[in-house]
């Protein structure tokens, strides 16, 4: 009697390819989702200032600590927010800049409601505010995320607008401090990117205090030139001619300046 070789059982569960993809925790998502936001302290500052910006400010003060690594202070006098929209305001995609949900007509700096999540999910933050309808500086709101884990609202006797302090920035992600450069290269950058947002913003006042070096200060103006003065030097201001031209229903304004007034580099242009 011939024996018959056992054949392989198609329904045996160990012969089953194993799933390897998986949906990642929320709080991994939020800290991986910050990297497409957060690169460096200098694309911190601008989300904070672009948020005030849209908020309405008209002084905006700047303080950083170790080139932002260690401290970021943004101080504005907008509107500010109540306490309800403070709490939303550090959810994933909450925003106020979108009430109509239409992305054809985007008119702010920002709409996808991502930075303050996105700063929360890798630093320690804390953010008070109070809206410009409340009767007393102590009607302001505070609250707390630390790597992601948002902490309960509470009361914060504060002037009409928004505090939001930053520190420890990637403490939640360490391996991405090693992409930062030297505190001096990040409060170059820091210094750079306040520059940018002060030349297009002439009417709103920007300080920038970082440790050792002089603050930069813009003061407001109406005049354009001004601010290209305080942000360029005088020299710069002096060698600049206005360009203001339209064409086809594109019109393109600002200065230039003159053919025998150049640099060897880049700097000091803006687009």
């Known amino acids: 009697m011939s024996a018959q070789a056992a054949q392989p059982d198609t329904n045996d569960a160990t012969d089953r390819p194993v799933s390897v993809i998986r949906a990642l925790p929320e709080h991994i998502v939020n800290r991986i989702a910050a990297g497409e936001v957060i690169e460096r302290p200098a694309s911190v500052i601008k989300e904070l200032v672009e948020n005030a910006l849209d908020a309405g400010a008209r002084s905006i003060d700047i303080v950083t600590a170790g080139g932002g690594k260690s401290l970021i202070r943004v101080h504005d006098d907008g509107h500010g927010m109540s306490r309800a929209d403070l709490a939303a305001a550090i959810v994933r995609h909450c925003t106020s800049k979108l009430p109509d949900d239409d992305l054809s007509h985007i008119a ?44 309960q ?50 009417d709103v006042a920007f300080t920038l205090s970082n440790g050792d070096r002089p603050p930069l200060r813009f003061a407001t103006t109406d005049d354009p030139l001004a601010r290209l003065r305080q942000a360029l030097g005088a020299e710069f201001a002096d060698n600049a001619l206005v360009v203001d031209a339209k064409r086809e229903g594109i019109g393109l304004i600002g200065h230039i300046g003159l053919p025998t007034y150049s640099r060897a580099n880049g700097l000091h242009q803006y687009f």
Do not use: Y
């Open 108 to 151: 702010s700096l920002g709409f996808r409601g991502e930075a303050l999540a996105s700063i929360g999910a890798v630093a320690r933050m804390t953010i008070a505010s109070r809206h410009a309808s409340a009767t007393s500086a102590h009607h302001g709101w505070e609250i707390t995320v630390e790597g992601g884990t948002i902490d």
């Open 153 to 202: 609202t509470r009361p914060s006797a504060l002037a009409a607008g928004t505090l939001v302090e930053i520190r420890d920035l990637f403490f939640a992600t360490p391996a991405r401090l090693k992409f930062l450069r030297s505190e001096r290269a990040e409060a170059s950058a820091v210094a750079e990117m306040v520059r940018r947002l002060a030349l297009v913003r002439p």
